[in-house]
């Protein structure tokens, strides 16, 4: 018979067979009705039918409760067994094939099947805790306790010159690496140093295991709330990071020493573990250990420590670059010595109190320790004298700021820096420096005025901003600020290519737009155009109305010497460093787009001080010469600007850690237009070929540049570069000692046997003394030759030329009566003087009451010994408090200035 064929129908009654057949009905079947007299409740009547289910669901669960049909115990029937005999197995289904893992659980209906037995739930926890213990005492067998005698060898950091060609040089200095480094037995350390370290790091440190779970979650929640925390981890673990010489923050370093940790904890006794950690933490100032920091703070040796200086150093493990009161602001800004003395302070005393809760200091004592004891001013290191420290802390610098290096790494030593400092480049500045000094300044023959004095001084390559060369001050050892950083000294009229260079980019501003659309009616101006060079202008707003300050005073520019050049081209005007028309045409462009400009040249935003102000135009601010040496060096390359840098490639065994030409921001970038910065050097070369910058001209080389004198005679400045190099250098008398808390530049009158200190002096010989050695042995470059631009305007109050006469022929007459006949019952006018009051060339119309206000305005407050004469500095917003002599290059005190009194200056109506 084929295998295929029906089969025949099975018995229907009940047991397993019932149950089986009822789970396999399909949903929907209509079963036939019983018949007549057959039970309602029963499975099967006389005919052995079975009743039928509602559908699929209704048969899965029956089939679930174990009930074949009606659900009888044992039969499939109504009753206890039905008519067709007793069923098998309980609830009619067959036992099936257990899983090892019963999940989703099999017996369960609905979201009961997803929720784990308590065997279930047991099971998985003793397996994890297995594998977490088979783990723990692998890695546990796997790591070692560490080493302090490897941790204690010295690795120096390595910084080298460059070449010209961009090869690494000479090495300049092996240092920064642990260096300083003294191991002591447990019994040459303070008991109070012990008990600092705990209170402050760690309070369960004689109980715990090396690892402390509570401390962690503490730590976490302290730091939640904003309070002080111990840290999260114990001083075990702080032992083990710091005896090892990698730092890296990965998760497998992190696991690492958590198993270290546990081993030190268990195998090695707390003395042993104190005493390490003690002599391998860094407490700053290049001080690796208890008695390196000791001697390093306090100059004794650390058994001598009382317990206020041991609360003090147990501070500084914290962090010494925010906690040592010296500062450091040449890792972060915000680590001066004020706010780091603050930081010291608050700990120091939040420690002792610590100390006696924890009773390891008694009431008694710590009432003998209420001033804070102020460690030493710190010593520098010898081989860091001269020029190589300020050249290390710049390195030192770029590499926090600029890499993934941090400071915790690189005290950690081992690296080799290259740097882009040239060796007879950095000699040459050195020298010109020395040279000028030696020659002119005098503290003994005249200490009330060469005391103080300070010159500073960078050169970058304009090619991609490297800084070949700097001068920060006579010794890294003996005088701390670097000079050729960020100083407070103002750039004077340094700043004024800037102005030109805003003018010729976005052109001044039209006055007869209107308000609303003056700044988008714009006009961009040639180097030829002519402005009022008078001095004591009055300075106006560029829709024509007197700019007043926000006391409604008027302000008149005045020129160095009090010189008074009428009208005069922009070229000519930087020339002779006028002022009066590069503030005018500073308030024609706008201030914020004069800003902008200088921006994109290179300066940093937080260097550009003063405000909307007119004086803003000649250099109230306060670049750096790094600064400024890059911004002239996008002049000379055509527009092209470069960050300056300091370092070329850091490595460490072997492996290249940064290197610049692989940094993405290290590309140059076209922020000026070239035609524009060709112009402006085309400007700043007639500086030097027949202006005040002369003393700059190098024989066979083209030349651009500008001087500088400020407000006041308190700096000076000259800026320049050829094609190859460009150089800032600048002058000031500044008291910087570190007990001078009121740090003042003061006035350079008689200095140096001078009258008076100008850009033009000191600053320019030592920039052409240096630039003539820097570039010995290459071949003179000529600059781009520039394209003529913009146009040539008459602004600032200048009197356009009349129109040249001709021999056309007379107009006929017309009934229109000429422009210069008044109109009909125009009352009588007063005659117009000669020169309007407030400096300027145009006459009043006759009907022009606002225009005859403003020039007649002031009354007897306008003149006087209240309108400037020699005075005309201070700042625009109050009268000046003293009266000055005459100003310098950049408007000296005859500009406007901050509120300080610092800055180009202007006088009072």
């Not at 004095?453 to 005088?479: L, M, R």
């Not at 308000?515 to 714009?522: A, I, L, N």
């Not at 190098?698 to 308190?714: H, L, Q, S």
Request: some cysteine; glycine content about 14%; hydrophobic content about 30%.
């Amino acid at each position: 018979m084929s295998e295929h064929r029906r089969k025949p129908p099975q018995p229907q009654g009940g047991g397993r067979a019932a149950a089986r057949k009822a789970a396999q009905q399909p949903s929907g079947r209509r079963a036939a009705p019983p018949p007549p007299g057959a039970s309602e409740g029963s499975q099967s009547g006389a005919y052995g039918q079975e009743r039928p289910y509602g559908g699929r669901a209704e048969a899965r669960r029956a089939a679930q409760r174990g009930s074949g049909g009606g659900g009888g115990r044992r039969g499939g029937g109504g009753g206890r067994g039905g008519p067709e005999g007793p069923g098998r197995g309980r609830g009619g289904q067959p036992p099936g094939r257990k899983r090892f893992i019963d999940y989703p659980r099999s017996t369960k209906y609905g979201w009961q099947r997803f929720v784990p037995s308590w065997k279930q739930v047991a099971g998985l926890g003793i397996g994890f805790v297995g594998a977490v213990m088979a783990a723990g005492s692998i890695g546990y067998a796997m790591v070692d306790v560490p080493d302090i005698n490897k941790a204690a060898k010295a690795q120096n950091n390595v910084y080298y010159y460059s070449n010209p060609d961009g090869t690494r040089g000479d090495q300049m200095v092996a240092t920064g690496g642990e260096i300083n480094r003294q191991a002591l037995s447990i019994k040459q350390i303070p008991d109070a140093m012990k008990n600092a370290v705990i209170s402050a790091e760690n309070k369960t440190f004689r109980t715990d295991k090396g690892v402390d779970p509570m401390g962690i979650a503490r730590a976490v929640f302290n730091m939640a709330r904003g309070g002080n925390t111990q840290g999260g981890s114990t001083i075990t673990q702080q032992y083990v990071k710091n005896s090892r010489l990698s730092q890296e923050q990965t998760l497998t370093r992190k696991a690492e020493e958590l198993f270290i940790s546990m081993k030190v904890g268990i195998e090695e006794g707390k003395d042993t573990i104190m005493a390490g950690y003690l002599n391998v933490s860094y407490y700053g100032r290049g001080a690796y250990g208890l008695q390196a920091a000791a001697r390093a703070y306090y100059n004794k040796d650390a058994k001598d420590l009382n317990p206020s200086e041991c609360a003090f150093l147990a501070a500084v493990l914290k962090g010494a670059t925010y906690y040592d009161p010296a500062g450091a602001p040449e890792i972060d800004p915000r680590a001066t010595k004020e706010q780091n003395t603050y930081n010291a302070t608050k700990r120091w005393r939040w420690i002792m109190d610590e100390m006696v809760k924890d009773g390891s200091l008694s009431a008694g004592d710590r009432a003998k320790y209420r001033e804070f004891p102020m460690p030493l001013a710190p010593r520098k290191n010898a081989q860091l004298g001269g020029q190589v420290g300020y050249l290390v802390d710049l390195a030192k610098s770029y590499i926090l700021n600029n890499t993934d290096i941090d400071s915790d790494k690189l005290s950690q030593g081992g690296y080799q820096i290259q740097t882009t400092f040239q060796k007879d480049k950095v000699q040459a500045l050195s020298k010109a420096v020395k040279k000028v000094y030696d020659k002119n300044i005098d503290p003994k023959k005249r200490p009330d005025l060469d005391s103080h004095v300070q010159f500073g001084g960078a050169s970058v390559n304009p090619k991609d901003g490297a800084i070949v060369a700097i001068y920060g001050g006579t010794d890294a050892t003996k005088h701390f600020t670097n000079n050729a950083d960020t100083t407070g000294a103002q750039v004077g009229s340094t700043f004024k290519p800037f102005v030109l260079a805003a003018a010729m980019e976005w052109g001044k501003r039209d006055p007869e737009g209107g308000k609303e659309q003056g700044e988008s009616m714009r006009t961009k101006l040639s180097p030829k155009s002519i402005y009022n060079g008078k001095n004591k202008l009055k300075i106006k707003n560029y829709d024509g109305s007197v700019w007043r300050n926000e006391n409604g005073l008027e302000w008149l520019q005045t020129n160095d010497g009090d010189e008074s050049y009428g009208d005069i081209d922009l070229r000519k005007a930087m020339e002779v460093s006028a002022n009066s028309p590069y503030v005018q045409l500073g308030m024609d462009v706008g201030v914020g787009k004069v800003r902008e400009m200088a921006i994109n040249a290179g300066l940093l935003k937080s260097s550009l001080g003063g405000g909307d102000v007119p004086s803003f135009s000649i250099g109230i601010s306060d670049p750096s010469a790094i600064r400024m040496a890059g911004a002239y060096a996008t002049f000379a390359a055509s527009g092209k600007q470069n960050d300056p840098y300091s370092v070329v490639k850091v490595e460490k065994e072997g492996v290249t850690k940064y290197e610049r030409k692989s940094d993405p921001e290290a590309k140059a970038e076209q922020t000026i237009s070239k035609n524009v910065a060709d112009n402006v050097t085309e400007v700043l070369k007639n500086v030097v070929e027949k202006g005040t910058g002369t003393k700059a001209r190098i024989p066979g080389r083209e030349v651009a540049g500008k001087t500088g004198t400020t407000d006041g005679n308190k700096s000076a400045w000259f800026v320049g570069y050829t094609p190859q190099l460009s150089t800032a250098i600048d002058m000031y008398r500044l008291d910087d000692n570190a007990e001078n808390k009121k740090r003042a530049f003061l006035k350079m009158f008689g200095t140096g046997g001078q009258e008076k200190i100008h850009g033009a002096s000191f600053p320019s010989e030592i920039w052409r003394d240096y630039m003539v050695t820097a570039l010995k042995g290459t071949d003179p470059k000529k600059f781009p030759v520039p394209e003529p631009i913009g146009e040539t305007v008459w602004g600032g109050g200048a009197k356009s030329p009349e129109p040249t006469p001709t021999d056309t022929p007379d107009p006929t007459p017309s009934d229109t009566p000429p422009v210069t006949t008044p109109p009909v019952n125009t009352p009588p006018a007063h005659t117009p003087p000669p020169e309007p009051p407030d400096g300027g060339d145009k006459e009043c119309e006759f009907w022009d009451w606002e225009c005859k206000q403003n020039q007649n305005g002031g009354g007897d407050n306008k003149g006087g010994d209240n309108k400037g004469g020699d005075n005309g500095g201070g700042d625009p917003g109050r009268p000046p408090e003293e009266t000055k002599p005459p100003g310098g290059d950049n408007g000296g005190d005859n500009g406007g200035g901050n509120a300080n009194g610092n800055g180009g200056g202007g006088i009072f109506g």
